[in-house]
C-alpha cells in the first residue's frame, strides 16, 4: 500500500533533479531494489537505521525495508487552474498523491532562468497555492449547486452541508488553503469525495546554492518567515548536490563527500523521512532468521489492522500479538533472552502499535 508524494512547484525549479536524485538514492538500508513503475514514479526505500541494528543482531538471509512513492509532476504555472501550459493534467496528477512535496527555488543563479523574473520564494510559493485553491474553489461550488438543490426540499443535513462547503468556499475565496481552514473533524466527511488539492498535507524544499546548505540563505529565511503559521516543515538542500550523493554506492566515499559540505546525512534522507511522517506512517519490525522486515502502517492501528498488512488472515484470524520493544532487543540480543527477562509483552486485539515494535503475530485461520 505505497503512499505517493507528489513533487509539486514552478517549472525549473529543480523538482526532477530531485526526483531523479531520489530515484537513483540506492537502498541504503538494504538490497532492496529501486524500481521504476513508470517514468514518473519512483519507489524509494525509507532509510531506517533500525533495520542496521536489527541486522546485526539477527543476522537474516533477507533485509526488507519499507518503500514510499515520489510522484514527478511537471511544472505549474499562473493560470494552470484555467488549463494554462496544461495546467489541468497536472493538477489531476496531483489529486491522485496523499502528500504534496512542494518544491520552492531558493538558489541564485543567473544561468538558470527563472520563469517569473528572479528569484522570490513567497512570490512562487503564492503563484502555487493560488492555483490549486482555484481549482479546488471550483470542486467546492460544483458541490454547492448540486446541495442547494438538495436543502431547498427542506434536507436538514444538506442544509448542514451547505454551510460546511461555504466555508470552505470563503475561506478559498480569501486565499487559505483548505487545509488552514477550521471546521470541526467531522465536517471534513462533507469535502472528502472532492479529493481538494490544498487539503493534501504538505511539506517545502527550499532547494538551495551549494555555498548555503548549511547555512541557509535570504531566500530561506522569507520562505520560512512565511510558512510559519502553517506549522509546516521546510527542508533545505540543494537538489543538484543531491544527485551527485545519491550516484555514490560506497558508503564510505558517500560518508566522506558528504563531510566535505560538513553533513552528517543526506538531504534526501531526511526528505524521505518527513515524508513518511508527512504521510502520518509509523514502521512495526518482524525480526526472524529468514528475513528481517520493516511495515509500513498508519499511525493509530491497532494489532489486527496492523497484521493485515502482512496477510489479511492475520487480521481475520488474529490471536494475540508478542511485541518487544527495540531496545530491550538491543540489550538482550534474542528473542529467547528477552522471553526470559520478561521482555515480551502479550497484547490483544486493542493494542496501538508503535512506531519501533517488533511484531510476532499468532493467528489461527
Ligand atoms: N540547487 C540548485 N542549484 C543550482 N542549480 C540547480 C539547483 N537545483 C536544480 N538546478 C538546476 O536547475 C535546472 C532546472 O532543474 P529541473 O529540470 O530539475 O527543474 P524542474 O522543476 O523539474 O523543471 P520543469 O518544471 O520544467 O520540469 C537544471 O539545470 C538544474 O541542474
Ligand atoms: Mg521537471
Keep these: 500500500m505505497a503512499l505517493q508524494c507528489g ?3 514552478l517549472p525549473n525549479v529543480g523538482k526532477s533533479t530531485l526526483f531523479n536524485a531520489l530515484s537513483s538514492a540506492k537502498a541504503e538500508a538494504a538490497n532492496f531494489p529501486f524500481c521504476t513503475i513508470e517514468p514518473n514514479v519512483g519507489v524509494v526505500t525509507v532509510p531506517d537505521q533500525r533495520l542496521q541494528i536489527l541486522e546485526d543482531l ?3 538471509n533477507k533485509l526488507v525495508p519499507t518503500v514510499i512513492e515520489f510522484v514527478d509532476i511537471a511544472g505549474l504555472v499562473k493560470g494552470a487552474s484555467k488549463g494554462e501550459g496544461l495546467g489541468n493534467k ?8 496523499d502528500a504534496i512535496i512542494h518544491v520552492i527555488r531558493c538558489f541564485q543563479d543567473d544561468n538558470i532562468v527563472h520563469v517569473a523574473g528572479g528569484v522570490d520564494p513567497v512570490f512562487d510559493k503564492e503563484v502555487i497555492d493560488t492555483e490549486l485553491q482555484l481549482k479546488d474553489l471550483e470542486s467546492v461550488e460544483k458541490k454547492i449547486i448540486r446541495i442547494e438543490k438538495i436543502a431547498k426540499s427542506g434536507d436538514a443535513k444538506a442544509k448542514k452541508e451547505l454551510e460546511i462547503l461555504q466555508l470552505f468556499k470563503q475561506g478559498l475565496e480569501s486565499g487559505k488553503n483548505a487545509r488552514a481552514i477550521e471546521v470541526e473533524k467531522e465536517d471534513l466527511e462533507v469535502v472528502r469525495d472532492l479529493h481538494l488539492l490544498t487539503i493534501k498535507p504538505v511539506l517545502y524544499v527550499a532547494n538551495v546554492e551549494e555555498g548555503s546548505i548549511l547555512t541557509g540563505n535570504k531566500f530561506v529565511e522569507q520562505l520560512r518567515e512565511k510558512v510559519k503559521e502553517e506549522n509546516a516543515e521546510v527542508i533545505v538542500l540543494c537538489a543538484a548536490i543531491e544527485s551527485q550523493i545519491a550516484e555514490f554506492e560506497d558508503q564510505e566515499e558517500k560518508a566522506m563527500f558528504l563531510s566535505e559540505y560538513g553533513l552528517d546525512e543526506s538531504g534526501l534522507n531526511k526528505l524521505i523521512q518527513a515524508a513518511y511522517k ?6 512495526y519490525f518482524t525480526a526472524g532468521v529468514q528475513e528481517v522486515r520493516a511495515w509500513t502502517i498508519k499511525k ?10 502482512i496477510h489479511s488472515d492475520f487480521e481475520r484470524g488474529f490471536i494475540k500479538a508478542e511485541v518487544i520493544k527495540l531496545n530491550d532487543y538491543q540489550t538482550f540480543k534474542t528473542e529467547s533472552a528477552c522471553r526470559e527477562n520478561g521482555k515480551i509483552s502479550i497484547e490483544g486485539k486493542e493494542y496501538v502499535v508503535q512506531d519501533g515494535d517488533i511484531m510476532h503475530f499468532r493467528f489461527n485461520v
Excluded at 278 to 283: G, M, P, Q, V, Y
Excluded at 300 to 308: T, Y
Design 7 to 9: 513533487i509539486v512547484g
Design 58 to 60: 539477527v543476522k537474516p
Design 90 to 97: 497536472f493538477l489531476a496528477n496531483i489529486r491522485e498523491v
Design 278 to 283: 508527512l504521510l502520518n506512517l509509523i514502521t
Design 300 to 309: 493509530g492501528w491497532k494489532a489486527p489492522q496492523a497484521a493485515g498488512v
